[in-house]
């Protein structure tokens, strides 16, 4: 969105200003105006036409001018002046997770660090102590700012490489010629992050389609680009391959270049077995080296005797064993989800309205929403005292009333403390429908303490779903240490769901993580953790990580319909809690 790529340039330029030591007042002003576009919900280029940007909060006369620039033009000429004004390094200093202006100035006029390198080698020589504030401990946190993100740098995660896919496919399939294109490789698996972004297309014409791809807007520079393939880089510096292939191959390159490796290797062995071979161009009998499959991946596989294989299961963790077995999952599918339960409102930190998110709930065709706000200790997040959460149910309550195909649930995120109580007495819980406990804070617990913390939050016999289970947030925070083992023993046992958390940077618990859950017999949940109406369109993400886990409809408590859910939420409360 828009408005999202000028807040980040307007944050950018408040820290560049502090760095150079530019007035207080105006590093504010650039904040404030971050802050204010980034909850800004309206259509920027229609204020920006209408010369009515500044009815924004917080945009002046001179901030109002640089956004219609950016609405006309993509970007805005005195912030590339002022990036230009400071040397490249200590932009990329900014950068790491945990410094800010203040420390890239000191670390700068004390220590004349001006790189990523330069900083890495002094923490390691333990030669930033002795600068104000700077200690042992932040040392350490420094290396591991860098680690993070230089491993954030390698690969895009999945919010970024989907849409960019989709938006290839779709170019694409518009050049003349084209007759069918898709994603391959590991976002058509659906992986957490993509190395680079693979797309493959269908044409007798290939060098038409290599002429519009290495001519589109979204081609900043070529890495290398011959008569069926090219590799480019996007203006934000992602890799994309581009492959194109006649109509007869469609289906086997497709299949190779979805990979993964393995799985291809795997598969190869088997063809050999059968006397095939199996390459980019399709199936051939070894003996005649007859073309027997090509056009169609289904095909491919059926010449092999198998099934086709959905992408997400590709990954040579025993599919083709069950393939060959007939034992594959039914995997979920999108449409299969009735629900969503961790949906946050502008009561706490969300950017929409109770009304907002559940219009947006009901154009998803979902049959209930659970609306969980941030309980009271989440200050940071407005979260609610017991009175505010009182009224919030009345409010929930009587809007669901209002609405006919949808029910809205009650419910809380609500902190689970350090020493796994929850932050809402039970008097309190009992009166929601749903409740997701997730953890805020204390993260550095080592792994027994946070497990015992975890499970003792799950033996709460109101507790519904454990929230983002290990706390990750890839490029700025690693998971906390639990031990995945008894986490999902206890699940199955409390009867307590684990969310599969969609939210792109969280996609937590992973797929890994979420394949063991279920072979333990836990229940997973899908969870958008929306905090404005278009992410609920972020399930998909939260789906693809399902299906790489191989769950199936039965394993996912938002399949139920809201009859089920509230019995199986119920069966927990009779359970743990008999009297209540
Ligand atoms: P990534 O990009 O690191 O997220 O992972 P992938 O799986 O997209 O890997 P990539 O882009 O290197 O290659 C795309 C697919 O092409 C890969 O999944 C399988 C196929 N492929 C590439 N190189 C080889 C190879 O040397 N042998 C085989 N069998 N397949 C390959
Ligand atoms: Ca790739
Ligand atoms: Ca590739
Ligand atoms: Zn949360």
Redesign the pocket.
């Known amino acids: 969105m828009k408005q999202q790529d000028i807040a980040a340039l307007f944050h950018r330029t408040a820290d560049l200003l502090e760095l150079k030591g530019d007035s207080v007042f105006r590093v504010r002003a650039y904040q404030r105006a971050a802050q204010n576009l980034e909850r800004f919900t309206g259509d920027l280029d229609a204020l920006a036409q209408q010369g009515a940007l500044r009815t924004i909060p917080g945009i002046g006369t001179e901030l109002a001018a640089k956004i219609a620039e950016y609405c006309a033009s993509g970007r805005i000429a005195a912030y590339e002046t002022l990036a230009r004004s400071v040397p490249s390094g200590l932009v990329e200093l900014l950068e790491v997770p945990g410094l800010g202006p203040k420390t890239v100035k000191l670390l700068h006029d004390r220590r004349r660090i001006d790189s990523l390198e330069a900083l890495e080698a002094a923490a390691r020589a333990g030669k930033l102590r002795g600068l104000p504030g700077v200690q042992a401990k932040k040392e350490h946190n420094i290396l591991r700012g860098i680690e993070i993100l230089r491993r954030g740098r390698e690969?895009m995660h999945l919010g970024v490489a989907l849409p960019l896919g989709q938006d290839l496919v779709r170019f694409l399939l518009k050049v003349p010629g084209v007759s069918r294109a898709s994603t391959?490789?590991?976002?058509r698996?659906m992986?957490e992050?993509?190395?680079?972004?693979?797309v493959l297309a269908a044409s007798q014409h290939p060098g038409r389609a290599m002429e519009a791809f290495t001519h589109a807007p979204f081609c900043a520079r070529i890495l290398g680009a011959g008569s069926t393939k090219a590799s480019i880089l996007t203006p934000d510096g992602l890799q994309v391959?581009l492959r194109v292939v006649t109509p007869e191959s469609y289906g086997a390159a497709l299949q190779?270049?979805?990979?993964?490796?393995e799985h291809?290797?795997h598969l190869?062995e088997l063809a050999v077995r059968r006397g095939l071979k199996v390459n980019e161009y399709g199936v051939f009998r070894t003996a005649t080296n007859r073309r027997v499959a090509g056009r169609e991946e289904a095909d491919v596989y059926r010449a092999l005797g198998l099934p086709w294989i959905p992408p997400e299961l590709r990954e040579d963790t025993g599919e083709i064993d069950a393939a060959l077995a007939g034992r594959l999952p039914k995997l979920l599918e999108a449409s299969q989800l009735r629900g969503d339960f961790h949906i946050h409102t502008n009561w706490t930190d969300g950017h929409h309205t109770l009304e907002e998110m559940a219009a947006a709930g009901v154009a998803k065709g979902y049959e209930y929403l659970a609306i969980c706000d941030h309980s009271r200790s989440l200050r940071v997040a407005n979260g609610m005292s017991v009175d505010r959460l009182r009224q919030q149910l009345r409010a929930v309550r009587a809007l669901s009333r209002r609405l006919r195909r949808l029910t809205l649930l009650t419910g809380a995120e609500v902190d689970i403390l350090a020493d796994g109580s929850l932050d809402y007495p039970d008097s309190v819980l009992r009166q929601l429908d749903v409740v997701v406990g997730s953890v805020h804070s204390h993260f550095r617990q080592d792994e027994s303490t946070m497990t015992r913390r975890l499970i003792r939050a799950m033996r709460n016999p109101y507790l519904t779903i454990v929230g983002h289970p290990t706390g990750r947030l890839m490029g700025q925070r690693d998971p906390y240490g639990v031990n995945f083992d008894a986490l999902f023993r206890a699940a199955k046992e409390t009867q307590t769901a684990l969310e599969i958390n969609a939210y792109p940077k969280r996609l937590d618990l992973g797929d890994g993580p979420a394949r063991q859950a279920k072979q333990l017999g836990a229940t997973l949940a899908i969870s958008t953790d929306s905090h404005s109406r278009d992410q609920l369109d972020q399930v998909v993400f939260g789906v693809g990580i399902a299906r790489r886990a191989w769950l199936e409809p039965a394993d996912v408590l938002n399949c139920r319909s809201r009859v089920q859910l509230l019995a199986w939420i119920a069966a927990k409360r009779q359970r743990l809690a008999p009297a209540g």
């Open positions: 690969r391959a490789g590991s976002l698996r992986r992050t993509v190395g680079d972004l693979d391959d190779y270049f979805t990979g993964s490796k291809n290797v190869r």
